[in-house]
T-cell receptor
Framework: KQEVTQIPAALSVPEGENLVLNCSFT??????LQWFRQDPGKGLTSLLL?????REQTSGRLNASLDKSSGRSTLYIAASQPGDSATYLC????????????????FGKGTHLIIQP | DGGITQSPKYLFRKEGQNVTLSCEQN?????MYWYRQDPGQGLRLIYY???????QKGDIAEGYSVSREKKESFPLTVTSAQKNPTAFYLC?????????????????FGPGTRLTVL
């Protein structure tokens, strides 16, 4: 059964720092990996989606990388701002999905990020 | 304004009562999903649907039921058989890729419903 782990569980850094959030998964047979942001009491906002054939994706100050063979992904946030404070969730879609169907995602527990002004 | 709506935002259930959570999308997505989130936990899949009048159980379907009579709507009923229903419930949707095709099947989420048992 696929398991997704995110490290660290919580992180607090001063504004302006660059930081890295880690995600690992036990089964490398994935179709894609998605990073989300969740603000307290809110739904999830999709940040980046990386297909299994891709190595990285970038959006603004965010860069996500994927090493499928080692079961790892990182989310890099450049020049952090207080508005980046949120919980960041990593999720994977199983590779069996590539044969059709719409299986759900398997999520990690998230990294709670606080950016100090 | 495209998106996913969930209602109500807060819901209170008495012991032995069934309650239904609403999820509507106007993104023209074929696939819809229900997840449950407990404090400090990741999301867990309850049910998903690929097409109207069809749905599949996820990892924690016991005590829940769904219907998919319209493409836009995927309501979730929390039955009295669900022993620990207090949680945050999230609905999502995505396109459904056909076998052998490529594309972005990014999942989009609604704002959630917080269910509390009294």
């Amino acid at each position: 059964k696929q398991e997704v782990t995110q490290i660290p569980a919580a992180l607090s850094v001063p504004e302006g720092e660059n930081l890295v959030l880690n995600c690992s998964f036990t089964d490398s047979a994935i179709y894609n990996l998605q990073w989300f942001r969740q603000d307290p009491g809110k739904g999830l906002t999709s940040l980046l989606l990386i297909q299994s054939s891709q190595r990285e994706q970038t959006s603004g100050r965010l860069n996500a990388s994927l090493d499928k063979s080692s079961g790892r992904s990182t989310l890099y946030i450049a020049a952090s701002q207080p508005g980046d404070s949120a919980t960041y969730l990593c999720a994977v879609r199983p590779a069996v999905y590539s044969g059709g169907g719409a299986d759900g995602l398997t999520f990690g527990k998230g990294t709670h990020l606080i950016i100090q002004p | 304004d495209g998106g996913i709506t969930q209602s109500p935002k807060y819901l209170f259930r008495k012991e032995g009562q069934n309650v239904t959570l609403s999820c509507e999308q106007n993104l023209n997505h074929d696939a819809m999903y229900w997840y449950r989130q407990d404090p400090g936990q990741g999301l867990r899949l309850i049910y998903y649907s690929q097409i109207v009048n069809d749905f599949q159980k996820g990892d924690i379907a016991e005590g829940y039921s769904v219907s998919r009579e319209k493409k836009e709507s995927f309501p979730l009923t929390v039955t009295s058989a669900q022993k620990n229903p207090t949680a945050f419930y999230l609905c999502a949707s995505s396109i459904m890729l056909l076998a052998g095709t490529s594309g972005s099947d990014e999942q989009f989420f609604g704002p959630g419903t917080r269910l509390t048992v009294l």
